[in-house]
């Protein structure tokens, strides 16, 4: 059997019981290890759960899945994912080569990103499609994640954006040479988000377009969500861009139309109170 197991998004902790049981009766557990991170480290959750843990890269998961898959016919394996086993479209691909050798799988669900965003009090059926924000480079800067905003903020739809994670990665000068040399791991911050969210915006008005979203638009930064220290702040997108809200994960939410009951709740979590007395810029039902 195959276990797809989710662990939730603080600490060793946060796994189920059923997870638990799951993970102490296998032979082998894999750690998946670049979609996100917990607050804490490999070891703390090796003496959680009593078991030893086999690191799986991007490239172990996407080039090597044969090797998790190993004996998973006649022995029990399990695969571990921080949030829900699915937050990541990768683990879709892993069931499926399962089914193909005709290895039985069981999913084991957390709670993920997805939904514990309701944290802040946007409505999580509210939420249209959510997007993701990479890493601009000095020749490389997309914009497709704000038109995917743009349409969500147009149909009242909040947008959750998830930021980007660079884990393992290579140099593209070390990747050409074929060197296993790799990067420091880097995690977007709330505030580079922003800043990249409002260069977009200056390029619109640049091309003459008024965009749907203004340094005014009312987001939420959100740090560490379902740890001890989660941190969320609420305010204009301008003022994202100079929250402090501490060392990684962060995700940031752009509002589309609010009920006042998710105003109300946004303003508990106020970077400047003011920020919620314009009503220009306010969207409500």
Request: hydrophobic residues 40%.
């Amino acid at each position: 059997m195959l276990y797809l197991v989710g662990l939730g998004l603080g600490d060793a902790k946060d796994i189920t019981v059923k997870g638990l049981e799951a993970v102490r009766r296998c032979r082998r557990v894999y750690l998946e290890a670049y979609t996100s991170v917990l607050t804490v480290g490999k070891e703390a959750l090796e003496e959680f759960y009593g078991k030893e843990l086999i690191l799986a890269d991007r490239e172990t998961v996407e080039q090597e899945a044969d090797s998790i898959l190993k004996e998973a016919d006649v022995c029990d394996v399990a695969f571990l994912v921080v949030g829900d086993p699915f937050g990541a479209t990768t683990h879709s691909d892993l069931v499926l080569r399962a089914v193909k050798l005709g290895i039985p799988y069981e999913v084991i669900h957390n709670a993920s990103i997805m939904n514990a965003v309701g944290c802040c009090g946007l409505q999580l059926y509210n939420f249209g499609e959510t997007v993701s924000v990479v890493f601009w480079t000095d020749t490389w800067k997309p914009e497709s994640f704000f038109d995917k905003i743009k349409k969500n903020r147009q149909n009242g739809m909040h947008t959750l954006c998830l930021l980007d994670i660079k884990v393992k990665e290579q140099s593209l000068e070390n990747l050409m040479k074929g060197r296993k040399i790799y990067e420091p791991p880097r995690y977007m911050s709330v505030n580079q988000a922003a800043e990249q969210l409002l260069a977009i915006i200056q390029n619109r008005r640049l091309q003459g377009e008024e965009p749907e979203i203004t340094e005014n638009t009312i987001c939420v930064g959100l740090a560490r969500v379902g740890a001890p220290d989660q941190k969320i702040a609420s305010g204009t997108l301008y003022q994202m861009s100079t929250v402090e809200l501490g060392s990684p994960l962060h995700s940031l939410i752009v509002t589309g139309t609010m009920h006042p009951l998710e105003l109300e709740m946004l303003k508990l979590f106020s970077v400047d109170s003011s920020s919620f007395e314009n009503n220009a810029f306010q969207r409500t039902t």
